[in-house]
């Protein structure tokens, strides 16, 4: 059945799930405000991915806001066992669609119930808590009050495990302090190389480490470097983009994003390439940033 195994499993909180996975945000509209273009296009995507065997679906129920939680819901919806389904919380979208951080207890907690309606679960799987101290990027500060709540949620039975997002190491070992954290998701791609360290460390203690961006995020990649080993290999820059991330650490679970089942079975099929070691050191100088962890 799966093209997605080819690359092993990891284990993310307590499941193993197929290190290829899927991001969903490109399923909402523009902006990743209001419904999509094309609804049907949105659950063939997911039902297609599922299909292929991605059993790791990455959302947030500020996607749309509600909407792409809704279409996964009503695409996949009695879930397959062994599907988990990864959702974040911290932020509330503006009528303008401003991404606005929500971070009280009571917004923390309206997102988790928002969540498991949308979805049509019982419990939430993984929710990551995705720092707002910067929208853009990792800014030091301390993660405490909002992950106390989301841990004050785990306890109740609402949430079976968590995560943190866009965090620096400092905000991960203060929030290991708090509760278990089952995986890190940050900005990670070819190109966007700061946590380079972070993955490495994250890895030594089997702790999954999700790339998000991992195609460039709402501008792909472009780099010559890039597209000269995709045409030696026969294959889509993407693919090799993809293909990279994997080889990268056993930790790295990428969640490309799309909203084409085209683009879908082209990242899937990113499995099966192999990048030698030589043209893993050509693509090692595409990086632009420095690793800071
Ligand atoms: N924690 C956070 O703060 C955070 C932030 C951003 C995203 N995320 C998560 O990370 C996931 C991945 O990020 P992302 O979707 O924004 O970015 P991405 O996966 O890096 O790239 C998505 C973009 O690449 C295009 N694309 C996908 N496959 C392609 C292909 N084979 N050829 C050419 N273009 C292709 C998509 O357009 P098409 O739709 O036309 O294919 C879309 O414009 C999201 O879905 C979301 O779940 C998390």
């Not at 929500?102 to 928002?114: F, G, I, M, P």
């Not at 999700?210 to 460039?216: A, D, E, S």
Request: with cysteine; net charge negative; hydrophobic share 40%.
């Amino acid at each position: 059945m799966s093209s997605v195994n080819k690359s092993g499993t990891f284990k993310l909180g307590s499941r193993s799930v197929n290190r290829l996975g899927y991001g969903a945000m490109q399923l909402a509209g523009p902006g990743v405000f209001g419904p999509p273009k094309d609804r049907a296009a949105a659950l063939a995507v997911l039902r297609e991915a599922v299909t292929s065997g991605v059993n790791h679906i990455d959302t947030a129920d500020f996607y749309g806001p509600h909407v792409t939680n809704q279409i996964i819901r009503e695409a996949l919806a009695p879930y397959r066992d062994d599907l988990v389904i990864v959702t974040k919380i911290s932020a509330r979208r503006g009528e303008d669609g401003s991404w606005i951080p929500a971070l009280s207890r009571d917004e923390l907690t309206q997102a988790v119930h928002d969540s498991l309606r949308n979805l049509g679960l019982d419990v939430l799987e993984v929710v990551n808590l995705r720092s707002m101290l910067d929208v853009h990027g990792p800014a030091e500060g301390s993660i405490e009050a909002p992950l106390t709540v989301l841990a004050d949620l785990q306890r109740q039975g609402l949430v079976k495990h968590i995560g943190l997002s866009n965090v620096t190491p400092t905000q991960i070992a203060e929030g290991r302090r708090i509760c278990e954290i089952v995986c890190v998701q940050n900005q990670y791609n070819l190109v966007q190389r700061a946590d380079d360290l972070l993955i490495d460390s994250l890895a030594r203690e089997g702790i999954p480490y999700v790339p998000f961006f991992p195609l460039g995020g709402f501008t792909p990649l472009q780099s010559s470097t890039l597209s000269e080993v995709a045409s030696q290999h026969e294959v889509t820059p993407m693919q090799v983009a993809l293909a990279w991330l994997l080889q990268r650490s056993p930790n790295i679970l990428p969640i490309p994003g799309t909203s084409s089942v085209a683009h879908l079975r082209e990242n899937l099929a990113a499995e099966t390439l192999s990048l030698s070691p030589q043209v893993l050191q050509a693509l090692d100088g595409i990086r632009s940033t420095p690793t800071s962890a």
